[in-house]
């Protein structure tokens, strides 16, 4: 039986893409005490269902500031192994909010071709520039620039999210270019019937998929910007003189951290797959130009997205 | 699709609002509010921030570097500019209401920051200076942060203190918001609702 993607279809598949995109967007507030300045112009508003999950987080943030302090006066390996379990539920609920490069990896994704594994090595590679720029950033300030902290921090991770929000909306752009300009053989006839002159993109043959390059590059700029909490935690360890532990909580809060934007990166994956099986039964051109609405609509809300925060931070 | 109709297609995706996820909280704030009559006068509001583990011993860290355990001046000083200041633009995560109207913020007075069992306090106060007639009046007080970096724990009664009431009948009960919230499923705080009338 001939079927065509219905309207309603279609419909339901924008909307499901949208609501993905839309869900997870938004920026990292700055720290109302140490920055300067008042609140950001893109900064995500408060919700009531992170306010049921508020004393979870308080709960673990005082745990771990006592438990590096029980590292230090403890010779058994308990507290360290306490300690690394909470960072990691830590970096796990944390990367829930906004910032942590949720809307980027999902509308990366959805513009990409990749498989779930994909988004596992995504995950990890933005777990391991997270942990890297966050120790790199805490221990050049304690020991090179010595100033006070927390102001110090507040500078330099507004100017590495400067950075990246700048490097995500060139990596959206050029993703957009290639979507839009992208290769398509197919020739529209003025009935509206399409002739499909067989090509790979069209028969789940091998269409091109993401290389590890694009996958570093979009883990690179979603990853660097450094999370207060994980840099705050080194700077108790540091101050403790058990920076091991700081270590330890920084790695474990970044893996939490890529377990979360995997899970994103692997729903988005997934929705995309859905809607272009849903959209491919039967013949015709449905199921092409529904994978180039998605592509598109994925690279587009990327591109505005890094644009717009670039542009909030710059004014 | 045609290349006008890729174009226009991304044009759409690119007007999608970025900005609406919710933001989640880093440092945590228990609350304790102090009312203190003069006579038939609402005279100030002080307040008390106790600060989370994470957050107290960073700042700690930052400005408590001579004295280990409390800031002298200097170094109150210095935390005032460095990590105190700055609330101007966040109107120190306070809002005052006297009977539906929002009251303009009275200037901060007496800031200052102690630690006790390794957290940070900040203590300071808010000249209000409200006559208290004999009709009914209700304040509203409410602390939160808009943008949510900051989590004020929830408010108890017993956190809120009344002194020197001698003139006045004045009751203390934490009400949920009133407002209409702005976006759906938004985190409305809970208020301090303080109803008083002169005796």
């Keep these: 039986m001939r079927r065509r993607p219905t309207d309603a279809m279609r419909r339901l598949a924008a909307t499901a893409i949208l609501a993905l995109c839309v869900m997870y967007a938004g920026a990292e507030s700055p720290n109302p005490f140490t920055s300067s300045g008042g609140p950001s112009r893109m900064s995500a508003p408060a919700s009531g269902s992170i306010a049921v999950l508020a004393p979870v987080l308080r709960a673990m943030t ?67 520039v997270h942990a890297v720029s966050a120790l790199a950033i805490v221990l050049t300030l304690f020991f090179i620039v010595q100033g006070v902290f927390s ?23 050029v993703m957009l270019v290639q979507r839009i300009r992208g290769k398509e053989h197919s020739h529209a006839s003025g009935k509206g019937h399409t002739h499909d002159h067989s090509h790979a993109d069209d028969h789940d043959g091998e269409p091109r998929q993401v290389t590890f390059k694009e996958l570093f590059g979009i883990a690179l700029a979603s990853g660097v910007v450094p999370c207060p909490g994980a840099s705050a935690i080194i700077l108790v360890c540091l101050s403790l003189n058990v920076l091991f532990a700081g270590v330890v909580a920084v790695v474990m809060i970044s893996i939490g951290m890529g377990l ?13 797959r859905g809607v272009l099986k849903a959209s491919s039964s039967g013949h015709g051109g449905g199921a092409r130009i529904v994978r180039r609405i998605v592509e598109i609509a994925g690279a587009s809300v990327l591109f505005a997205f890094g644009l717009s925060l670039f542009v909030a931070q710059l004014v | ?98 009977n539906g109207k929002a009251l303009a913020l009275p200037p901060i007075r007496d800031f200052k920051p102690t630690i006790k069992d390794g957290r940070l306090i900040y203590s300071f106060s808010l000249p209000l200076e409200l006559p208290i007639a004999a009709k009914p009046a209700e ?53 301090i609702v303080l109803r008083m009338r002169r005796k």
């Design chain 2, 1 to 98: 699709m045609r290349c006008s109709s890729r174009i226009a297609l991304a044009a759409l995706f690119a007007f999608v609002p970025v900005f609406c996820a919710y933001a989640h909280p880093h440092v945590f704030i228990s609350n304790h509010v102090a009312v203190d009559f003069e006579g038939t006068v609402l005279a100030r509001v002080s307040v008390e921030w106790t600060f989370d583990e994470l957050f107290s011993q960073m700042i700690i860290a930052d400005y408590d570097r001579v004295s280990k355990g409390s800031f002298t001046e200097a170094e109150a000083m210095a935390l005032k500019k460095g990590a105190f200041d700055n609330l101007r633009n966040y109107h120190y995560f306070l809002a005052f209401f006297l």
């Design chain 1, 260 to 272: 979360t934007v995997t899970v994103i990166g692997s729903i988005a994956i997934l929705v995309k």
């Design chain 1, 62 to 128: 005082d745990r771990l500031a006592e438990l590096a302090r029980q590292v230090r006066e403890s010779s058994s390996p308990g507290p360290m192994l306490t300690l690394a379990l909470i960072s990691l539920a830590y970096g796990i609920f944390h990367a829930l909010g906004p910032g942590h490069g949720k809307t980027i990896v999902s509308t990366f994704f959805l513009a990409e071709e990749a498989k779930l594994r994909h988004s596992l090595i995504a995950g990890y590679l933005i777990a391991l």
């Design chain 1, 151 to 173: 102001t110090g921090f507040e500078s330099a991770s507004r100017i590495v999210q400067t950075l990246s929000f700048g490097a995500i909306a060139v990596i959206g752009a």
């Design chain 2, 139 to 191: 304040l509203r007080i409410t602390s939160y942060d808009d943008t949510y970096y900051v989590a004020f724990d929830k408010t108890n009664q017993s956190d809120v203190e009344i002194h020197s009431a001698d003139a006045v009948a004045a009751e203390v009960s934490i009400e949920k918001t009133k407002v209409k919230p702005e976006w759906p499923g938004q985190f409305m705080p809970d208020q």
